[in-house]
Nanobody, 123 residues
Framework: RVQLVESGGGSVQAGGSLRLSCIVSGYTYTGGCLAWFRQLPGKEREGVASLDFGTGSTAYADSVQVRFAITRDSAGNTTYLQMSSLNPEDAAVYYC????????????????WGQGTKVTVSS
C-alpha cells in the first residue's frame, strides 16, 4: 500500500523560503507521477508542481514558476518542494499526491494523498 507523508510546513515571513518533503513508501511502479497541491479553506485543491518519475520532467503552475522547484532524492523515497520568495498568497495546506500514470496538475487524477502540511506566510 502506497503511503505519502508530508513535512516541512511552518510559518515564514514574506520573501522567505521553505522546503517541504514528501516521504513515499510502498510505491512499486517504475513510472508514475508525484505532484504537490495546495488548498485554502473552502477552495479547490490547486496543482502547484509535478514530477514524472519515469522521465524526470517537471511542470509548474504559472503562479509558482521560477519560485518553486520540485525534486527527488537519489534513492527515490523522498520528493521535495523548495519554495522561495514566498508571499501571503502562497499560504495554504500543501499536499503531495501520487498516481501510476502521467502527470497532471489536476487533483481529480490522483488517488493517493498525504495528510497535508500547513504553510503560513506573514506580510
Amino acid at each position: 500500500r502506497v503511503q505519502l507523508v508530508e513535512s516541512g510546513g511552518g510559518s515564514v515571513q514574506a520573501g522567505g523560503s521553505l522546503r517541504l518533503s514528501c516521504i513515499v513508501s510502498g510505491y512499486t511502479y517504475t513510472g508514475g507521477c508525484l505532484a504537490w497541491f495546495r488548498q485554502l479553506p473552502g477552495k479547490e485543491r490547486e496543482g502547484v508542481a509535478s514530477l514524472d518519475f519515469g522521465t524526470g520532467s517537471t511542470a509548474y503552475a504559472d503562479s509558482v514558476q521560477v519560485r518553486f522547484a520540485i525534486t527527488r532524492d537519489s534513492a527515490g523515497n523522498t520528493t521535495y518542494l523548495q519554495m522561495s520568495s514566498l508571499n501571503p498568497e502562497d499560504a495554504a495546506v500543501y499536499y503531495c499526491a501520487a498516481r501510476a500514470g502521467a502527470c497532471y496538475l489536476a487533483a481529480d487524477w490522483y488517488d493517493i494523498w498525504g495528510q497535508g502540511t500547513k504553510v503560513t506566510v506573514s506580510s
